[in-house]
Every structure is written in C-alpha cells, then in structure tokens.
C-alpha cells in the first residue's frame, strides 16, 4: 500500500493487575489500513481484538495502561495528540461503535438528542433542528423504523438490536474517514446484521472511509472485509486476504476457529451422535431425555404458556410487545427461539420467569401461575455488563442466590461459587475480579454461572452466547448440554445465530412482531420452511465463502433497488 489511513506498528498495551504489576493484554501488533479498505480482527474472548481496537482512537487514556509502539490514523499520531486535536480524532476523523450499547448510551437522555449531540460537537456551526434531522437521517439509514417517533425514545426502549443500530448511527452521523466497529452486529439477528453489513459496506464505496471489524463470528468477517488479522493471546498469530485466511489457513490456531463455527445445515442429531459416549447421570437417568442427551422422548410438561400477550404504553404510545403466543417447553427439553430484534423474543422470555406480567393470557410453571413462583425459573440475560454490579466482584454477584434462606455457610458457598466458574470456563481465582476486569465473553459466562447457582429447572437464555468466540461459543453450548442430561433441565434458547439454535434445540419457534408464525422439530423447520419469514431467515445467515458472501450482497441490493424502481 502507497497510502495508509492507520498505520500500527508494533503495538503493545500492558494493563496494572493491582498489586503493582502489569498484564500483557496486546503483543506486538503491526497492521495497516489503506482508504476505503476493511479489516477484520478475530479471535477468541480475552485475544486483545477490542484493546487493540481501544488503542486506535487512545481509548486507553486514563486507565493505567502502558502502551508501546505506534498508531497513526490519518497522519495523526494518536500517541501524542491532545485536547482539541484528539477530539476531532474521535469522531471527526475515527468513529467507534462499542460492542455493548446499553453501557455506551446515556439512559436518561433521549437516543435522536444523543446522536444529534455527536453531530453539533463535530459541527458547531450547526443548529439543533440541523443536527437532529442529520439524526433521524442516520437512524433511518440504519434501519430504524419511524425514525422520527423512535428518535424521542431512551435507550431502555429499544431492543438491544435496536440499541446497537443506534450506535451505529451515531457512529456514521459525522461520517468519519475511519470506522472502527467493536462486535457491531453481536446483538443483531441475521436479516438486520445483513442490512449493517451492507451498510457499512456502501458506507466504504460511498465516502472512501476504512473499516476495522471486530468479530468473533468467522461468517460475518468473511462477507465484510478485505483482509483478515487473527489474534491469540494478544499477539497476530496470521493475517492476509480474507479469501487465503479462512479458505487455506496456515495456522493451526486459525484452523481450529474454524472448523468450531457452526454450520446451518448441521443437524442437532448429528451434534449428539459425534459426542463421546457417557455413562448414566448420577441417580440415573433423567425422564423425559434419552441416553444420548439428544431430545425430548416425552417428557412431562414444565411450561406452558397460553394464548400470552404483552402491551406496553396507553393510547397512541401503546405498542404489542408479544401477540397471543402459545407454546410449552417439557422436562429436560430445549426450546429455541428466533426472530428478528424488536419481535418479541425477550419480552416472551422475561413473561416466562416471571420478570414481566402479561396483559392477557397465562404462564403456568408445574401448574402453577408464574407469577406466584420464586424458584426453579432462572434467566441468562442479553446484556452482561449490565446485569452484573460493577462495584461487587464476580464470586459475590454469583453467591448471592446461594446465601438466599442461609442454608449454606460462607465457606461452603464459596467453594460452590469456585466450582461454578470452572464449569463456564473461567479460573476459579477470579472470584475477587470485577467486571471491568473481564470481557464481553467471560462476564456472559459469569451470566451462567449466577444463573445456575440456585439449580434451577428451567432457565430462559437470553442470547446466551452471542458475545462469545466459537471455541468458547461451543464450549458452553456443550455444558449446557451436559447440565440437561444430569439434572433434568429444560432451556428455552433465545438467539438471532440460527446456526447454533438448530444444534441445541429440540424444537424451534420463529417469531415476527410478537407472534410465532412457525414452529416445529428443527430439522423441519430448517429443511422444509413453510412461511415466507422463516425461509428470509434462512437465506440471510453469512456464510464462510467470501465469494458467495459477495454475490447474496450482490443479490440483496439489485433486490433493493428493483423494490425502489416498483
């Protein structure tokens, strides 16, 4: 490359432990970015992808951190500028779009205010009607419905796909040369990622502005991007054209990314039956599971729900959150959930704990009203940065269901609590960390462990593991497994990875605007799609090819344009 608009040499970033030492977090790290270029940065939870990404705009300031090396965006040497000149660096010149959005939003203030705020920073000569249709603009331009209404909402009112579209808005509203996107379609199901995805791409062709991405989902990285930079361990184990890297990697690591991603057309059958034999659950076999651990075989009914409905608001600001919906979910049974963001699948699962009472139908838990019951239902939420207290640490906020009723003593419940995050995959001596101090993927599976702590029948899983790499996405999705066939639990699966639901469930349900317009056996659902929604689903998850990537992005805008010209 002649030309570079981020040039990055031999980063490295240490962070303080605490007692006075540093952990190395990025190792060395040399990339360049040449205008209107895409790279993708990818790699397991806890790889340095986001720190690397944080150092880009001197997001690191502040924190303690060490930083070596050098990062130029632009011509601009982040390392040294300041005051003015590093805030037209951010924003002006780089734009971020963080992967947690509940966090990077202010909760008090309006979305379209926040967004047009950006905009007068950047442009003071600006009036406040300017910036706010410049964001209602933005907004729609990421696919926000009735822009101009949603604009006057908070953040707490949209779905968390909808917080992340805002954020991208926001990200694009100043249109930057450089955007750097952490994660940016974590939260999204797959027909609105494809929509971001191909906004960002003619965002590229449009204006000339580069993309660093950040993803640990393999499909999206090979339809977005133009090169490929894989970390471990905070170091770049390969990197390359996109086209070399996932069709001929040359890194073991890089192979093994790989063949851990999870395949549409892979059946939950064929996921069990390459599962090594086990032996008979303590106190033997659980009713309702076969000995593989693979499906229901008539199992008693745990939940049901019957004819549910949610409505939010009064008058003209009265919305259905979910529209008459009826399912039940068996003994040991997996429930997977799919639909668009906004179209009712966490509110659904929040009525099914209990979080959430229904304005008509009913929610039975072992015969009894769900909103009567105080034990056997738990929930995994969405977002863990903020389900979890960032003033106590890990092995507090996980103890806490233990130490309900003081049957157990301090000792015996952190000895649980230790086991608890060895099953998700995390050392047990973090019990004194705090969140800050994990990534997106370790707090998720901090998530888990709090959830499973009081042994619960059943657990609602609000994308459990969508912020998680494949290797780590795997592992979960296998313990989860495992904890179903010992003790008896029955999960209900909320995902926008269709993919990974079709692997862990025994049967499925699509839901659009509130209502679940199929259901069945995954196979069925997946091989032979009877409504127009559930086949659109389908033909929207990314694929590994980067060339058929390149021609269903072909696809969907010359289908784009002949619905404008029609």
Request: charged share 25%; net charge positive; proline share 6%.
């Given at each position: 490359?002649?030309?570079?608009?981020?040039?990055?040499?031999?980063?490295?970033?240490?962070?303080?432990?605490?007692?006075?030492?540093?952990?190395?977090?990025?190792?060395?790290?040399?990339?360049?970015?040449?205008?209107?270029?895409?790279?993708?940065?990818?790699?397991?939870?806890?790889?340095?992808?986001?720190?690397?990404?944080?150092?880009?705009?001197?997001?690191?300031?502040?924190?303690?951190?060490?930083?070596?090396?050098?990062?130029?965006?632009?011509?601009?040497?982040?390392g040294?500028?300041?005051?003015?000149?590093?805030?037209?660096?951010?924003?002006?010149?780089?734009?971020?779009?963080?992967?947690?959005?509940?966090?990077?939003?202010?909760?008090?203030?309006?979305?379209?205010?926040?967004?047009?705020?950006?905009?007068?920073?950047?442009?003071?000569?600006?009036s406040?009607?300017?910036?706010?249709?410049?964001?209602?603009?933005?907004?729609?331009?990421?696919g926000?419905?009735?822009?101009?209404?949603?604009?006057?909402?908070?953040?707490?009112?949209?779905?968390?796909?909808?917080?992340?579209?805002?954020?991208?808005?926001?990200?694009?509203?100043?249109?930057?040369?450089l955007?750097v996107a952490?994660?940016?379609?974590?939260?999204?199901?797959?027909?609105?990622?494809?929509?971001?995805?191909?906004?960002?791409?003619?965002?590229?062709?449009?204006t000339?502005?580069?993309?660093?991405?950040?993803?640990?989902?393999?499909?999206?990285?090979?339809?977005?991007?133009?090169?490929?930079?894989?970390?471990?361990?905070?170091?770049?184990?390969?990197?390359?054209?996109?086209?070399?890297?996932?069709?001929?990697?040359?890194?073991?690591?890089t192979?093994?990314?790989?063949?851990?991603?999870?395949?549409?057309?892979?059946?939950?059958?064929?996921?069990?039956?390459?599962?090594?034999?086990?032996?008979?659950?303590?106190?033997?076999?659980?009713?309702?599971?076969?000995?593989?651990?693979?499906?229901?075989?008539?199992?008693?009914?745990?939940?049901?729900?019957?004819?549910?409905r949610?409505?939010f608001?009064?008058?003209?600001?009265?919305?259905?959150?979910?529209?008459?919906v009826?399912?039940?979910?068996?003994?040991?049974?997996?429930?997977?959930?799919?639909?668009?963001s906004?179209?009712?699948?966490?509110?659904?699962?929040?009525?099914?704990?209990g979080?959430?009472?229904?304005?008509?139908?009913?929610?039975?838990?072992?015969?009894?009203?769900?909103?009567?019951?105080?034990s056997?239902?738990?929930?995994?939420?969405?977002?863990p940065?903020?389900?979890?207290?960032?003033?106590?640490?890990?092995?507090?906020s996980?103890?806490?269901?233990?130490?309900?009723?003081?049957?157990?003593?301090?000792?015996?419940?952190?000895?649980?609590?230790?086991?608890?995050?060895?099953?998700?995959?995390?050392?047990?001596?973090?019990?004194?960390?705090?969140p800050?101090?994990?990534?997106?993927?370790?707090?998720?599976?901090?998530?888990?462990?709090?959830?499973?702590?009081?042994?619960?029948?059943?657990?609602?899983?609000?994308?459990?593991?969508?912020?998680?790499?494949?290797?780590?996405?795997?592992?979960?999705?296998?313990?989860?497994?495992?904890?179903?066939?010992?003790?008896?639990?029955?999960?209900?699966?909320?995902?926008?990875?269709?993919?990974v639901?079709?692997?862990?469930?025994?049967?499925?349900?699509?839901?659009?605007?509130?209502?679940?317009?199929?259901?069945?056996?995954?196979?069925?659902?997946?091989?032979?799609?009877?409504?127009?929604?559930?086949?659109?689903?389908?033909?929207?998850?990314?694929?590994?090819?980067?060339?058929?990537?390149?021609?269903?992005?072909?696809?969907?805008?010359?289908?784009?344009?002949?619905?404008?010209?029609?």
């Amino acid at each position: 490359m002649t030309s570079s608009l981020l040039d990055v040499q031999d980063l490295t970033v240490d962070f303080p432990t605490g007692d006075g030492g540093f952990v190395r977090a990025v190792d060395g790290v040399s990339l360049r970015l040449a205008p209107g270029e895409a790279l993708g940065l990818v790699g397991e939870s806890g790889s340095g992808k986001s720190t690397v990404a944080g150092a880009l705009l001197g997001l690191h300031r502040g924190t303690g951190a060490r930083l070596g090396g050098a990062v130029r965006v632009g011509g601009v040497d982040v390392g040294s500028v300041t005051g003015r000149g590093l805030r037209r660096l951010r924003g002006g010149v780089a734009a971020m779009v963080f992967q947690d959005p509940l966090s990077a939003l202010d909760p008090y203030q309006a979305v379209g205010d926040q967004i047009a705020e950006v905009r007068r920073v950047h442009f003071p000569g600006s009036s406040r009607r300017a910036a706010r249709e410049r964001a209602v603009a933005a907004l729609e331009r990421v696919g926000i419905p009735d822009a101009a209404r949603r604009a006057r909402s908070r953040p707490h009112e949209f779905s968390g796909g909808m917080r992340q579209r805002a954020l991208i808005a926001m990200a694009l509203v100043c249109e930057p040369r450089l955007i750097v996107a952490d994660e940016p379609t974590t939260a999204l199901d797959v027909t609105v990622q494809a929509q971001i995805l191909d906004l960002l791409h003619e965002v590229r062709e449009g204006t000339g502005a580069g993309l660093v991405l950040v993803s640990h989902d393999l499909g999206v990285v090979a339809g977005s991007v133009d090169r490929v930079l894989v970390m471990r361990g905070g170091a770049a184990v390969e990197q390359g054209p996109v086209e070399r890297v996932l069709g001929a990697p040359e890194h073991p690591y890089t192979r093994r990314l790989l063949a851990s991603v999870p395949r549409l057309e892979t059946s939950r059958a064929s996921v069990v039956a390459a599962r090594p034999p086990r032996g008979p659950a303590p106190g033997g076999d659980v009713p309702g599971r076969d000995a593989s651990g693979g499906g229901t075989s008539g199992g008693d009914v745990l939940l049901e729900a019957v004819g549910v409905r949610k409505e939010f608001g009064r008058g003209r600001r009265r919305t259905v959150g979910v529209d008459g919906v009826s399912l039940t979910v068996a003994a040991g049974e997996t429930l997977g959930v799919v639909g668009e963001s906004g179209s009712g699948k966490t509110t659904l699962g929040r009525m099914l704990v209990g979080l959430l009472e229904p304005s008509g139908g009913s929610v039975r838990f072992r015969g009894e009203e769900v909103t009567g019951v105080r034990s056997g239902l738990q929930m995994v939420f969405q977002d863990p940065a903020s389900s979890l207290n960032p003033r106590r640490s890990i092995g507090e906020s996980v103890a806490d269901p233990l130490r309900v009723g003081g049957a157990l003593t301090d000792r015996e419940v952190t000895g649980r609590v230790r086991g608890l995050l060895e099953r998700v995959g995390l050392d047990p001596g973090w019990y004194g960390r705090y969140p800050h101090e994990l990534s997106g993927g370790q707090r998720q599976r901090v998530g888990i462990a709090r959830a499973l702590a009081p042994e619960p029948r059943l657990v609602v899983c609000d994308e459990p593991v969508s912020a998680l790499d494949v290797t780590t996405q795997a592992q979960v999705l296998e313990l989860l497994a495992d904890l179903q066939r010992e003790l008896g639990l029955a999960l209900v699966l909320i995902a926008h990875d269709l993919a990974v639901v079709r692997q862990a469930s025994d049967r499925v349900a699509v839901m659009r605007r509130g209502a679940v317009v199929e259901q069945g056996p995954p196979d069925t659902v997946y091989d032979a799609p009877r409504h127009p929604y559930t086949k659109a689903l389908l033909a929207a998850v990314p694929v590994l090819d980067p060339v058929e990537a390149a021609a269903r992005r072909a696809g969907r805008r010359a289908a784009a344009l002949d619905a404008v010209g029609a």
